[in-house]
């Protein structure tokens, strides 16, 4: 079975710093992963997807993530935090032999002035 | 339509009444998934339904819930004799087949309230 943990419910950063949302995950088997973003009052939309390709994801607005599957992680960067980040994201991930995207609890980015 | 439209966007009901909650998925999406996010969890899978194969019902919490999807379109979530539990945002989404390597998109939601 499989299982996405994100550390931290709530992350905060100044405009203009890095932002660093991390999830781990667990599968016996290759998984694929997947970060989505939650404006508020707002369905949830893909920001990246890994899918056994490039290890290192690029999505939208800037944001990437990188599959280390070493360490069973994919978190989530953004070099530079934008007001307009404020949101919650949520890590997810599947596999082959199972369509359920299983979600991580997600994580609300404040972003300070 | 453009995407995936749910109806209605809030409900508040009594507890005890039933409730029905409609999600209307991207045209030609074949793969239809209902989840529920409660406060400050993650997304809980509820059922799937991918074309005119049975749908996987393995993640409804108790059989007051049920689901049905007509003509491979629209899908009504039903939820019998509701509790101040089931209380959560009901969320829908499509995709074209398979999650594994295709984007699942989602509708706004059903803010249900139970009181």
């Known amino acids: 079975a499989q299982s996405v943990t994100q550390l931290g419910s709530h992350v905060s950063v100044s405009e203009g710093a890095l932002v660093l949302l991390r999830c781990n995950y667990s599968s016996s088997v290759p998984p694929y992963l997947f970060w989505y973003v939650q404006y508020p009052n707002q369905g949830l939309q893909l920001l990246l997807k890994y899918t056994s390709a490039a290890t290192l994801v690029k999505g939208i607005n800037g944001f990437e993530a990188e599959f280390k599957k070493s360490e069973t992680s994919f978190h989530l960067t953004k070099p530079s935090a934008h007001m307009s980040d404020a949101a919650e994201y949520f890590c997810a991930v599947t596999t082959d032999s199972n369509y359920q995207l299983i979600w991580g609890a997600g994580t609300k980015l404040i972003i300070k002035p | ?115």
């Open chain 2, 1 to 115: 339509g453009a995407g995936v439209s749910q109806s209605p966007s809030n409900k508040v009901t009594e507890k005890g009444k039933d409730v029905e909650l409609r999600c209307d998925p991207i045209s030609g999406h074949t793969a239809l998934y209902w989840y529920r996010q409660s406060l400050g969890q993650g997304l809980e899978f509820l059922i799937y339904f991918q074309g005119n194969s049975a749908p996987d019902k393995s993640g409804l919490p108790s059989d007051r819930f049920s689901a049905e999807r007509t003509g491979g379109s629209v899908s009504t979530l039903t939820i019998q004799r509701t509790q101040q539990e089931d209380s959560a945002v009901y969320l829908c989404a499509s995709s074209k087949r398979r999650l594994r390597n295709t984007e699942a998109f989602f509708g706004q939601g059903t803010r249900l309230t139970v009181v």
